[in-house]
Every structure is written in structure tokens, then in C-alpha cells.
């Protein structure tokens, strides 16, 4: 037997078993309950450099962000 035979029979066979192994011992690994942090993580990549815009239009009676607006002014509360 010459050796790309040889060869071309081991990758048929093993190598491609052991390939198949590692892929299902991958997809095993990746949805074990240790790795929910992780694909948390991973589903918010788009969303992280997102700024949260708050429509907060500063007119209730308990709003703080009519105090600081008028302190940032140099108005007084009073």
C-alpha cells in the first residue's frame, strides 16, 4: 500500500471520527448550564456601545432632573 492510500484511508476513517467527536464535544460544551453567562454576554455584543436615551421630559413634582437642570443654569430653587 503506498502512502496517499494509506493516507487517504486514515482521514476516511479515524481522523474524520475524531473530527465529528470534537464537534459534538464543542456543541456539548456550549450549552452546559456553566456557559449561560457567557452566551449572555455574547447576544449583547451589538447592543453594548448603544447609548439608552431616557424620554424623560423633567415634569413631574419629584423629578430630579428639573433641580439639576436649573443647577446647571446657576438658577436657584427658590
Not at 10 to 39: E, H, T, Y
Not at 41 to 69: F, L, Q, Y
Amino acid at each position: 500500500m503506498d502512502t496517499y492510500s494509506f493516507l487517504r484511508q486514515l482521514a476516511d476513517s479515524w481522523v474524520m471520527l475524531g473530527i465529528f467527536g470534537f464537534f459534538i464535544g464543542a456543541c456539548i460544551w456550549a450549552f452546559l448550564p456553566s456557559q449561560a453567562s457567557a452566551r449572555e454576554d455574547a447576544s449583547m455584543i451589538p447592543m453594548r456601545d448603544d447609548v439608552i436615551v431616557k424620554k424623560c421630559s423633567g415634569g413631574c413634582d419629584d423629578c430630579s432632573r428639573t433641580s439639576n437642570k436649573l443647577s446647571m443654569k446657576g438658577l436657584s430653587n427658590g
